[in-house]
């Protein structure tokens, strides 16, 4: 089109709008036509524009006030002036109703402006009531209307009370006097897009006919104009589609465009269909019908330029299709292009629609069009930024546009998205996306590919629009064209949440952490923070170990499924031979457990790449992982599942342990549970070392499978361990069977446990070749000569079943310096003995809680090179567990140097008596006499959990004085109860171990039957497969049922994006101070779809830390807002969130628990730290004997707090604090806060 350089000036609050404008100018004349943006004083105008004409806010739509600020503009521009001089200025108020108004025309003309839109008089015959009039003179259908009040009628003053309620009485009057009662609407001539509109099911009830008036009203803030129309196929299902015919003066485009929208009337997805398309919605001959009632509505209208019929079309109660004509809109319609991209000029050039009203207004006469030959299916979708509901009802989300992500996509033919903050006062529509299709099902997996692939970047709120758009598409009633255009989102899924991008992770998951920091006054030196140079180095080794690829071993080929598990044990029996045994790497797992608080997690995937690396080559033949990693993990806020396959190697196995029935948790689990979760796990192995989770054949995971008692019933032969065993087996899984030392443990019964697990295998069609010791502390009892003996009873009941030597697996801790040289002692033993295959668990050298490796593999024959590697091992493990400083307690003198037992953690420990404000140094004696007394063997999980707990207990029980076993047999024989959860109770009446059990022992069950059986009660309420969503990943499902309450719980909320879980490969963001991770750090982040398929990890730049545009920044200011930005893939993402150091409000300050007044009986503190889950009284309540007052989480478990004798017949007055719900956590108590009132 030629055009001499001309002014356009853009009147429209939507940046949309004006973006549309400037793009369809810009396409067709590049920068030879000036534009100027309208836009409130203060706003940054759109990239592109020449120039801006600024108003007052809230002035849109006051000419006077436009006409004022035009004259200024002419008198700085003097090209402008003269342009408008030489009527060469054209007003272009894009899609708003503006440019549907007479008055507005006439008003733009008179200021010597060029109006592109329909004449005057043809805009008042053709609005909306004037168009229904217009409908019955051609014959065209239109439902049934009653005018309220004419389009010239006076406006009446809605400031005035009085005059508004005679207004809203006189429209109510007139709809009552319908007498009509079915479903209508009412309508203001001057709204749209939902706005001024109201529905009115019962036309016949005021109250609901008062609502509907006083909305449009309201909403138009005038009265001329309105008028009831009454519902389509009312008596039919209600069901309609909307179709929209273009009409350029009295000739119909090609194709008509079929309008989806929300129950508000907001359009959502616009689509084109060529007329030979139709089909899917329409019969043929009503379309044609249809056709050229809209030319003869144009005609009659006089309509000289773009305009836009709109019908419903539906089947009526008997099943005949109808069509009925609702309105004209005068002016170009914001999905367009769905119908103008079907079209073509003779040159083949697409339709660009503000062009042409330019070109109409120039005086140039319409061009000739032909239907296009690319495309007959054209597809306008809205970017909205909100929450749909099933109504569609949208939720709107603030924030600020950075952009668009995602692919080059050929099939997009437009794509606008306007940068900067949304406002939701001008318009909610932030862009659009133009797809072309030939076919509907074509149409439709583009707009699905188009939807999950290509996002807009916003800083501020994520939402789930494109989710549920992509919902729409795929929907199989939607795609077979049954989803009319008044249930768009009735059929579909609506996501809770939005998907988790990249930008929605670094707002919601990563900034927190780098600003508020992670467990942030948790720690043994909770301010010991790791320095710039610890975390520097971490960084640094992270990046060299991730470009080394280690090698490969026939594991690799085995977990891969092209060698068969026999080849790898071949291999690794030939490994073992030739250095004279191997050892496990227990580095993080149990090094972090027992000497940082069990805080491996975070640091598994750098450890396990570091093991590939160098371990392997220093005759490494296998990494642990599990137990309480995966426990604290989830309790820290990480998905248990991502740890497990963080921690699975490339060349080596993962050993995890498991606990028998209780599995990774504390919750003994049924068959019925532990065979799915065994079957998700092995599927969470299988794909992510095939590719696919479906088992196939042996799946390349081996857990020690261990049992605390190494109990087994000798009249039924039950075993909780051999059962675990089997279904691990039947699993497809290879799990590795322990026996737990101790010196009260037969050898005999070692003996017949070996035969059992040799037969165990061999029903399965599978020849054992590994099994393990498993020591949980140390102790005196710990000598070479102790542990051969062991050894060899394990080789000759091999050697009786017919079988070659086992690979016997050793692990103990070391807690004096000695536990090395018992281990390398060992070896020497097997080598005499001409055994080889022994394999005994190390870690780095001083690592100060396992055995030195340096020290241990002595005796092995490795080369010069191996020992170099070793030693590069050695130091960068220590590198990356310097970073675990603020957790370390390895120079702790809590745990003796001959203990037999290394408790929980000695962190935890520590935390632990910290919680009960216990000196830490009494912790241990704690537990020796809870052993003493209650004589569970051994102390490894759960077993060492109930021992801590029974400790704690006797500590914090003023009754018993002094600690002794003594006195708490005596407290115990007269009827003293213990504070101690449920599950320690459980596993007292069980007593699953080969040790005798105390009188002591049954005593305290009897003191205690209400909460026995409470406890006992508990099993019926485990989490079962049926009690989990349908649509769980197998990650999922691991998860729900392996960790039950907690797990299920944190699955249903991995979609909000809470968790931790992709920190959990960022150890340097996740252990640095907060607010000082250093700018051009570098770092990986997990992505999880919760698709099934694979995570992802995403290469992150932290770029550093800002203030937000506008916000204060003085250091007394409570609302400052920092900007975190980040590199990805090139692009710049910024995230903001408040700055936590901003200064608190004085009421905040004093929020949270009070502690209860010390010597007043009637104010109950807690003495068992924790979280309170639920209160099980009521205020008015009577305390009874033995009544549960209230529920905590304490260490990980479930506390019944039982009403004190004293306390029994006091009255509840209050219930202070806040129990867990859904949405939020329960208060958290400390010993001596107030947990409940009470009064006589």
């Known amino acids: 089109m030629g055009m001499k350089r001309q002014h356009v000036i853009v009147y429209n609050q939507s940046k949309h709008a004006t973006n549309s404008v400037l793009a369809d100018i810009r396409a067709v004349w590049g920068s030879s036509v000036r534009v100027i943006q309208t836009l409130e004083e203060g706003r940054q105008r759109l990239p592109g524009m020449d120039a801006a004409l600024y108003v007052k806010p809230k002035t849109w739509g006051d000419l006077q006030h436009f006409k004022e600020r035009l004259d200024f503009l002419c008198t700085q521009d003097h090209e402008l002036s003269r342009h408008r001089a030489a009527k060469q200025v054209v007003f272009m108020p894009g899609w708003s109703a503006f440019a549907e108004s007479a008055e507005a025309a006439v008003g733009v003309q008179n200021l010597g402006l ?130 929209e015919l273009e009409v350029d003066g ?87 292009e769905a119908l103008a991209l079907l079209q073509t000029d003779s040159k083949g050039n697409r339709r660009y629609t503000f062009a042409e009203l330019m ?109 549920t758009l992509y919902n729409l598409f795929t929907c199989p009633k939607f795609r077979a064209g049954k989803t009319a255009s008044n249930e768009t989102f009735a059929h579909i899924e609506i996501p809770d949440h939005p998907d988790r991008s990249v930008l929605t992770v670094l707002k919601e998951q990563v900034a927190p952490a780098i600003v508020n920091g992670y467990r942030k006054g948790e720690g043994v ?56 045994g191997g050892w496990v790497t227990v580095a993080p797992r149990d090094t972090a457990q027992q000497g940082n608080d069990s805080e491996s997690a975070s640091v598994s995937n750098v450890s396990r790449i570091n093991a590939e690396v160098w371990a392997q080559k220093a005759g490494c033949v296998g990494y642990e992982t599990g137990g309480a990693q995966y426990q604290a993990g989830l309790i820290r806020g990480f998905d248990p599942a991502a740890i497990l396959r963080v921690g699975l190697p490339y060349n080596m196995p993962a050993h995890s342990l498991q606990r028998s029935q209780y599995v990774n948790g504390l919750a003994e689990l049924t068959p019925e549970i532990r065979r799915p979760l065994f079957q998700a796990t092995g599927e969470i192995v299988s794909q992510h070392y095939r590719g696919k989770g479906s088992i196939e054949s042996w799946v390349p995971w081996m857990p020690y499978n261990f049992h605390a008692g190494n109990f087994v019933d000798p009249k039924t032969g039950h075993s909780p361990q051999d059962e675990t065993t089997l279904e691990l087996l039947d699993a497809k899984c290879l799990p590795m069977p322990n026996w737990v030392f101790s010196p009260k443990f037969p050898l005999e019964a070692l003996k017949k446990w070996t035969e059992r697990q040799i037969d165990l295998f061999g029903t399965k069609g599978l020849q054992l070749h590994q099994i393990r010791i498993k ?124 203990s037999d037992w290394a408790g929980g953690t000695e962190g935890s420990d520590i935390r632990i008596a910290k919680e009960y404000s216990l000196d830490v140094r009494k912790i241990n004696h704690a537990k020796e006499v809870a052993s003493e007394v209650f004589p569970l063997e051994r102390a490894v999980t759960p077993f060492s959990e109930y021992k801590l707990r029974l400790g704690i207990a006797i500590m914090i029980e003023p009754g018993i004085e002094p600690k002794t076993a003594d006195a708490v047999r005596q407290w115990v024989n007269k009827g003293g109860k213990l ?88 150890p340097t963001v996740l252990h640095s101070a907060p607010k000082s991770l250093k700018p051009g750090s570098n770092f990986q982040i997990l992505m999880d779809k919760l698709d099934g398929e694979l995570p992802k990890k995403e290469e992150i730049e932290f770029v550093g830390f800002g203030l937000a545009p506008g916000a204060a920044s003085g250091p007394q200011s409570l609302a400052r807002e920092l900007v975190l930005s980040f590199l990805h893939e090139g692009q710049t993402v910024q995230v903001q969130l408040p700055d936590p150091d901003a200064v608190a409000s004085s009421a905040a300050a004093g929020s949270g628990p009070r502690k209860a007044t010390p010597g007043n009986k009637f104010e109950v503190p807690t003495v068992v730290p924790g979280e309170v889950l639920s209160y099980a009284v009521k205020v008015g309540d009577t305390l009874e004997k033995g009544q549960i007052l209230c529920v905590l989480e304490s260490m990980k478990m479930e506390m019944k707090i039982p009403v004190p004798d004293e306390l029994v017949g006091l009255k509840v007055k209050d219930l202070p604090c806040k129990g867990r719900t859904k949405e939020k956590q329960g208060d958290i108590l400390a010993p001596g806060d107030l947990m409940i009132e009470l009064s006589e």
């Not at 000739?251 to 009337?265: C, H, I, M, Q």
């Not at 001083?846 to 050695?874: I, Q």
């Not at 005593?1003 to 099993?1019: H, I, V, Y």
């Open 114 to 243: 060029v109006w592109p839109g329909t004449e005057p008089k043809a805009s008042q015959g053709l609005e909306k009531i004037g168009f229904k009039r217009i409908c019955e003179k051609v014959g065209a259908p239109t439902p049934p209307f009653t005018v309220l009040s004419e389009e010239d009628a006076p406006l009446v003053d809605l400031t005035n009370p009085e005059s508004k309620e005679a207004c809203v009485q006189e429209f109510m009057k007139k709809i009552l006097e319908m007498n009509f009662s079915e479903k209508g609407l009412i309508k203001s001539i001057h709204g749209g897009g939902g706005k001024g509109t109201a529905h009115l099911n019962h036309p016949d009830q005021p109250h609901e006919v008062r609502r509907a008036v006083e909305k449009v009203i309201t909403e138009m803030n005038r009265t001329d104009g309105i008028y009831f129309e009454q519902r389509v196929n009312t008596k039919g299902d209600g069901r309609f589609y909307q179709i």
């Open 250 to 336: 009295g000739t119909v485009a090609d194709g008509g465009r079929f309008v989806w929208f929300n129950s508000g009337l907001q359009k959502v997805v616009e689509i084109g269909l060529s007329d030979d398309k139709i089909d899917l919605f329409m019969p043929q001959d009503l379309y044609q019908k249809s056709r050229k009632w809209a030319g003869d509505i144009a005609k009659m209208g006089n309509n000289n330029t773009r305009a836009t019929m709109e019908a419903l079309v539906f089947q009526n109660e008997k099943g005949e299709y109808e069509c009925s004509f609702i309105e004209c809109n005068r002016r170009p319609q914001v999905e367009n």
């Open 359 to 467: 070109m109409r207004a120039k005086g140039y006469p319409a061009p000739t069009f032909a239907p296009a030959k690319d495309c007959s299916i054209v597809l306008h979708a809205r970017w909205l930024h909100g929450n749909p509901d099933s109504d569609g009802k949208i939720t709107y989300q603030a924030g600020n546009i950075l952009g668009m992500t995602g692919p080059r996509l050929d099939y997009i033919k437009a794509e606008l998205m306007a940068p900067g903050e949304i406002s939701f006062t001008a318009d909610p529509q932030l862009g659009k996306a133009v797809i072309t299709a030939d076919t509907w099902d074509e149409m439709c997996d583009n707009a699905a590919e188009y939807f999950r692939l290509r996002k807009p970047a916003v800083m501020g709120a994520a939402s789930t629009y494109a989710q």
């Open 525 to 580: 030196d909770p301010e010991r923070y790791p320095t710039l140079g610890v975390t520097s180095a971490v960084e640094e080794l992270t990046h060299e170990l991730t470009k080394t690829a280690p090698e490969a071993t026939k594991f690799t080929a085995f977990a891969r499924g092209e060698a068969s598990y026999e080849d790898y044990i071949a291999e690794l029996r030939a490994k073992l031979d030739k250095q004279g």
């Open 775 to 898: 020591n949980p502390g140390q102790g005196k009892d710990w000598t070479a000569d102790a542990v051969w003996a062991h050894i060899e009873t394990m080789i000759a009941a091999f050697k009786e079943k017919g079988l070659p030597p086992p690979i016997v697996h050793i692990h103990n801790h070391d807690f004096n310096g000695t536990a090395a040289h018992v281990g390398a002692e060992l070896f020497r033993k097997a080598h005499k003995a001409n055994f080889s295959t022994l394999v005994i668990d190390a870690a780095p050298r001083k690592n100060g809680t396992h055995n030195d490796n340096t020290v241990l593999l002595d005796p092995l024959n490795l080369s010069g090179e191996e020992h170099a590697a070793m030693a590069e091992y050695n130091h960068n493990q220590q590198v990356i567990e310097n970073i675990l400083c603020r957790f370390d307690s390895r120079t702790s003198q809590m745990t003796p140097w001959d």
């Open 979 to 1066: 504070k101690v959860g449920g599950d320690v109770l459980v596993g007292l009446k069980r007593w699953e171990t080969l040790v005798p059990k105390t009188p002591e022992v049954d005593k305290l069950l009897q003191n205690m039957p209400e909460e026995l059986e409470a406890a006992l009660a508990q099993k019926s309420k485990l989490i079962g497969p049926g009690d989990l969503p349908a649509d769980l990943t197998p990650a999922q499902r691991h998860t729900a049922l392996g960790y039950q309450a907690k797990g299920l719980e944190f699955v249903k909320a991995q979609a909000k994006g809470t968790d931790l879980t992709p920190l959990l490969i960022a």
